[in-house]
């Protein structure tokens, strides 16, 4: 696949080629080698269609867990250190977590529901079998989305490019 950078001048006073784009929300790609050697694999791809707000929203809810434990921390340090006794303080934290939590999930349940999504698990040390066929999939699809956002990001593709490899990925992912 040949891609065709162009250097023109943008609005911003950069050419093409130098401006770095925002990485587009397209949704993401996360592994996880287990002790023994086996790899799990999903890749979540986002709706074209979803609201470019809502597909950020979602993105931030994906970290929510570690931020909102990270917060619980500092939080229950800086009620130590003010002398509120611990009870009040569990409850206060847990309150505003869960809360926070559930308006997130509600906000991004729509974007969540309409995401493809494709799942691979089995060995690293196979080289055959349908767990290979599966996880040569997930990467194939994996590698078109992870190579047009960073072309998009380098300027080397456009936006009108971006989409079109966008919902071929998406359609492809949903079948």
């Known amino acids: 696949m040949v891609i065709e950078q162009r250097f023109t001048p943008s609005r911003h006073g950069h050419t ?32 074209p269609d979803a609201p470019e707000r809502d597909r950020r929203w979602a993105e931030a809810s994906r970290t929510y867990g570690a931020v909102a434990a990270g917060g619980a921390l500092l939080a229950w340090i800086g009620f130590a250190a003010a002398g509120v006794s611990p009870m009040a303080a569990i409850l ?3 309150a505003v977590a869960v809360v926070v939590g559930l308006l997130l999930a509600r906000r991004t349940r ?14 690293a040390l ?26 998009y990001r380098s300027g080397a593709l456009d936006e009108e490019g971006f ?3 966008w919902r071929a990925v998406y359609t492809h992912a949903r079948s």
Not at 110 to 123: E, I, L, M, Q, T
């Open 16 to 47: 093409a080629g130098t401006a770095r784009r925002a990485r587009p929300s397209w949704g993401y790609l996360s592994r996880a080698v287990s002790r023994y050697g086996v790899v799990s694999s999903e890749l979540v791809i986002y709706s």
């Open 92 to 94: 206060a934290i847990a």
């Open 110 to 123: 729509a974007v969540r529901r309409g995401a493809a999504r494709v799942s691979a698990c089995g060995s």
């Open 126 to 151: 196979l080289a055959y079998g349908p767990d290979h066929d599966a996880r040569r999939r997930l990467d194939a699809l994996a590698d078109a989305m992870l190579g047009a956002s960073l072309a």
């Open 163 to 165: 989409d079109r490899v």
